[in-house]
């Protein structure tokens, strides 16, 4: 069988992307996937996205982390698939779409070449807590944030800290976060891929969160510096609860091929 597919990245963090809602082919299996996705020997890529018919919505999202499991809700990963439904479907009303944490809604602001710039609405955030100094939340993947000003293993410290009993069986993304002139930087050890990311999208969003309450923020944005670029997290806190939470960025198309599996 042979599939086409495309090879997006939104501030580093890359994917593989199917969509099936026109040929109905079969998705490929786990194991498969992760051989897609390997960076010396596939494709390669942090994970592997699918876009399926649902309805009443222009499409589904299926995030599978490249080890070939299916995941939790990727926000970069989403802006990515609004950028693909553009490129396959160009226009200026916002897609809709539904994720495995409910539903989202993206909007393409800005078209040049082979990048556009993408806001997606994220999930409200009400359920999170503070563990000693650590914030945790779910913004549509489980995340623990932790400030630091010092140098990190975050590989090292990522792996201790996503790794530990409470947050088995399926773990929690680790994301380190230092304060530079009025913004923060993010580096994540995101789980399934088990090792640091350029960039992750729900992690960047619960990290803004975190710092919106260190500083007492009640609306407004973050800006945020990744190793792979840069994003902005817009956010209203109405009681205890995160609402018109939007993420933007860029997605960049990189190109397009067909494999044979």
């Known amino acids: 069988m042979t599939l086409r597919f495309y090879k997006y990245h939104g501030t580093g963090n890359d994917f593989i992307m199917l969509d099936t809602r026109m040929n109905g082919i079969a998705l490929p299996d786990g194991k498969t996937i992760g051989k897609l996705c390997h960076r010396r020997n596939g494709i390669g890529a942090d994970g592997l996205i699918v876009l399926t018919n649902v309805k009443g919505y222009d499409f589904g999202m299926t995030y599978f982390n490249n080890d070939g499991r299916e995941s939790t809700m990727c926000g970069n990963g989403g802006r990515c698939a609004v950028a693909l439904a553009d490129l396959l479907s160009p226009r200026d009303t916002p897609f809709n779409f539904l994720a495995i944490d409910g539903e989202h809604t993206g909007i393409v602001t800005r078209r040049e070449g082979n990048v556009c710039e993408v806001r997606l609405k994220m999930i409200d955030v009400k359920d999170y807590q503070h563990f000693d100094d650590d914030f945790m939340a779910d913004t549509g993947s489980p995340q ?82 990744t190793k792979g670029g840069q994003l902005r997290v817009y956010f209203r806190l109405e009681g205890n609860v995160f609402r018109d939470i939007w993420l933007e960025g860029p997605a960049v198309k990189v190109f397009e091929g067909i494999v044979k599996i």
Do not use: H, W
């Open 144 to 225: 623990l944030v932790r400030f630091t000003g010092k140098e990190t293993d975050i590989v090292k410290e990522g792996r201790a800290i996503r790794n530990q009993d409470r947050f088995q069986p399926g773990g929690i993304n680790v994301n380190f976060v230092s304060e530079e002139m009025g913004k923060i930087f993010v580096r994540t050890y995101e789980r399934g891929v088990e090792d640091e990311t350029l960039s992750c999208g729900t992690g960047v969003t619960a990290s803004a969160l975190a710092y919106a309450l260190r500083k007492k923020l009640t609306e407004g944005f973050v800006p945020v510096s």
